[in-house]
């Protein structure tokens, strides 16, 4: 039984394009974690980084968007149309706190973890951890990286394709990309190091675990199986149709040759900064 705000937590929080929506999909199959229909509710960075985002414009567009859908009444099952309207009903709430967000896992049922996998929860600071761990029965944070250049990349066609921007691709220069990837709401899903800094200082050795995408993918079961471990779950049979599916895969375009020297220093930064940190480098990132 929970005694904390939060009860038991479970926290990805990135990084971007760093598989964590095919983790999503494979581990809400877990029959002891529950997932709100929201994979990404960004509530800490709301309460942390900045006060507007969970706006009530962003969360209306949201429900309308995702949740309050038409449907076919002769097709649809009632129990799910009833689920997203008692879901969307409780993320419309005021005020944004701490019991909103709380409420909205309000229909777990015996799952064990509350499970939230928000990329921008990466960006939070050291300082607000602890006040997040306080306020749950068990806290456990998960941080995904990726080689550092094919991450960028990655990120990069896949703001263009959700903007519809793909021509660019064709026309720009090495000083467009350079500009573009350089803006803050892209380069700092690059930082691994800050993250990792921040998750040391404001996290307990417990409360963290840091995996690698190109581990992930080596080796699926034994990595979802060390993430059980580290929630302290049984482990589960996932189907292998399942682990074979891809997610939000970006457009297939060839990096341009000159893409890597623009970041050469930076990734050369970044990969030290890690290893700094008593992390190996897998093999692939060369």
Known sequence: MSHKTFGNLFLSIGAMKAGTTWLYAVLERHPALHFTPEKEIHYFYHRYVNN????????????????????????????????????????????????????????RDQQIWACDFSNLHAHIPAEAWPTISNSSDRLRVLYTMRDPLKRLWSHTKFHL???????????????????????????????????????????????????????????????????????????????????????????SHPMPDFFPELFAKDIERIRAEIEAEGFTLPAKWG
């Open 52 to 107: 507007r985002h969970l706006s009530e414009e962003r969360r209306l567009a949201s429900a309308r968007d995702r949740y309050l859908f038409r449907f076919d009444p002769q097709k649809t099952q009632i129990d799910r149309v009833r689920y997203n309207l008692h879901w969307v009903a409780q993320y419309l709430q005021r005020p944004v706190d701490d019991f909103w967000y709380r409420n909205l896992f309000d229909m």
């Open 161 to 251: 394709q959700m903007t519809n921007s793909l021509d660019k691709l064709q026309s720009w220069k090495a000083k467009d990309y350079n500009k573009f990837v350089r803006q803050a709401h892209i380069w700092e899903n690059a930082e691994y190091g800050a993250v990792l800094r921040r998750m040391k200082k404001g996290l307990r050795e417990d409360e963290r675990k840091v995996i690698f995408y190109e581990d992930l993918h080596a080796d699926q079961r034994g990595t979802l199986r060390s993430i059980e471990e580290f929630l302290d779950l049984p482990a589960f049979d996932y189907p292998q149709r399942l682990l074979e599916r891809r997610f939000t895969e970006s457009v």
